[in-house]
């Protein structure tokens, strides 16, 4: 069972209000990662990190920022929520191999009214 | 960048019918992994396809991976609604360090 956690797992906030999702992951994994999805659909990656102070933005342009301090949290900001953030925003993590398989989290459902 | 396309998007079956689902890339891969996800859940890895023209089996799933690594399927025999969830393909960008998702197919199955 991996051992990457993600709180809150769900969210209902008004719009303009400043949120953070939390990560975090206890398996000493460099690379993390978050995505973000609508029900059933693609993953669109909107961050990734891979190691500490280590930042870059993914395919999918995201108004969300992200820190990596240490390396097991990696948590994720909305400076002013919107409705067109309501989704839901899977975190992972990998190894450093090559071959190694990657770690979601449960995810967090942010609602944004 | 590199992509991986995955067909069909959605695919209806009745249980006890059979399932594919298909990887394809333009360029040859060093492996491909298989994720499944749940309704409401997140992606759990399935299994790792790394030499050439290689299958695997998992109960009822079969994957293989094509002659010139550009290609892989999952092939699920006698559907159940067990079943039921999205299948991400996966295969590692050029520098090794992050896993491009195909779209996935949509698997849903009538009992």
């Known amino acids: 069972e991996a051992d990457i956690y993600q709180t809150p797992r769900y969210l209902v906030i008004g719009t303009g209000k400043k949120i953070t999702l939390e990560c975090s992951q206890t398996?000493?994994?460099?690379?993390m990662y978050w995505y973000q999805q609508d029900p059933g659909m693609e993953l669109h990656l909107i961050h990734y990190s891979y190691g500490v102070n280590s930042t870059e933005k993914g395919d999918l342009s995201s108004e969300s920022t992200v820190s990596r301090i240490r390396t097991e949290h990696f948590p994720l900001t909305l400076e002013s929520a919107r409705p067109s953030h309501t989704s839901q925003y899977l975190c992972?993590?990998?190894?450093?191999?090559?071959?190694?398989?990657?770690?979601f989290g449960p995810g967090t459902r942010l609602t944004v009214l | 960048g590199q992509q991986v396309m995955q067909i069909p998007q959605y695919q209806h079956v009745q249980e006890g019918e059979d399932f594919t689902t298909y990887c394809n890339s333009s360029t040859t891969l060093s492996n491909i992994q298989w994720y499944k996800q749940r309704p409401g859940g997140h992606p759990v890895f399935l299994i790792q396809?790394?030499?050439?023209?290689e299958v695997k089996k998992q109960k009822r799933l079969t994957f293989q991976f094509g002659e010139a690594k550009k290609n892989s399927s999952l092939h699920i025999t006698a559907t159940q609604t067990t079943d039921v969830g999205t299948y991400f393909c996966?295969?590692?960008?050029?520098?090794?360090?992050?896993?491009?998702f195909g779209g996935g197919t949509r698997l849903m199955v009538k009992p």
């Open positions: 398996m000493g994994h460099d690379k």
């Open positions: 992972a993590s990998r190894p450093a191999g090559l071959s190694d398989t990657q770690y």
């Open positions: 396809l790394v030499k050439s023209g």
């Open positions: 996966a295969a590692l960008n050029n520098a090794g360090n992050m896993l491009t």
